[in-house]
C-alpha cells in the first residue's frame, strides 16, 4: 500500500524533460529537441501577417546569427491570434525568400494553452507541473521562452521585447 501511495505523489510531481519532446519542422521532418541539448533554446511563436513579423523575424534571424554556436532558435508559427494565414511551403518561401530566415521553424501548430490540442513543447512550456519552473500563458504572437542548456525555463519575454534586447542577452549571462 506505501508503494502505491508513493508511486502517485511522484508521478504528480514529476516533471518531463523538453529533451524527450519533438516538433514536425517547415518541411515535415521530426526534429527532436535533444539534438538541442548543452545549447541555449530561445523558443517564439511567430505569425508571419502580424503587425511586428517583418521587425521580430529579422531580428530573431540577427539574434541566430551572432549565437548560433551557442544558442538554437525555433520559431513555432501559429494561427492561434489570428495572423498566421500561410501553411507548410508558403511559411517556408516566405521565411527564406523575404527574411533570408536559417533559423529553423516547425509546422504551424497551436501554442496557447486553452486549445483542445497545443503542441506538446508548448504544453510543456504551459505548466509548471510539466517544465518544473513557471506556468506561462502564451496571449499574443512573438513571445518568447528562453532556455537554458540544461533545459530550463530562464526566461519569459513578452511580445514587445525584441529578439536583439539586451534583455534577452542579460538573461544568458546570469
Do not use: C
Request: glycine share 6%; hydrophobic share 45%.
Amino acid at each position: 500500500m506505501k508503494w502505491l501511495f508513493l508511486s502517485a505523489v511522484f508521478s504528480l510531481t514529476a516533471v518531463s524533460n523538453i529533451y524527450n519532446l519533438s516538433y514536425t519542422d517547415i518541411a515535415g521532418n521530426n526534429v527532436t529537441m535533444s539534438q538541442y541539448q548543452g545549447k541555449w533554446i530561445l523558443i517564439v511563436n511567430i505569425a508571419t501577417e502580424a503587425p511586428e513579423a517583418a521587425v521580430q523575424i529579422r531580428e530573431l534571424e540577427q539574434f541566430y546569427q551572432l549565437h548560433k554556436d551557442s544558442v538554437a532558435v525555433i520559431g513555432f508559427p501559429s494561427n492561434d491570434f489570428g495572423n498566421e494565414p500561410r501553411a507548410g511551403e508558403d511559411i517556408r518561401l516566405l521565411m527564406e525568400r523575404t527574411y533570408h530566415a536559417s533559423f529553423p521553424v516547425a509546422a504551424v501548430s497551436a501554442v496557447k494553452g486553452g486549445n483542445v490540442n497545443p503542441h506538446p513543447v508548448f504544453n510543456w512550456v504551459a505548466h509548471q507541473s510539466e517544465n518544473g519552473r513557471m506556468d506561462i500563458q502564451i496571449s499574443k504572437d512573438f513571445q518568447k521562452i528562453l532556455i537554458d542548456r540544461s533545459g530550463n525555463i530562464t526566461g519569459f519575454f513578452g511580445a514587445k521585447v525584441r529578439p536583439l534586447s539586451p534583455a534577452i542577452t542579460q538573461a544568458m549571462e546570469n
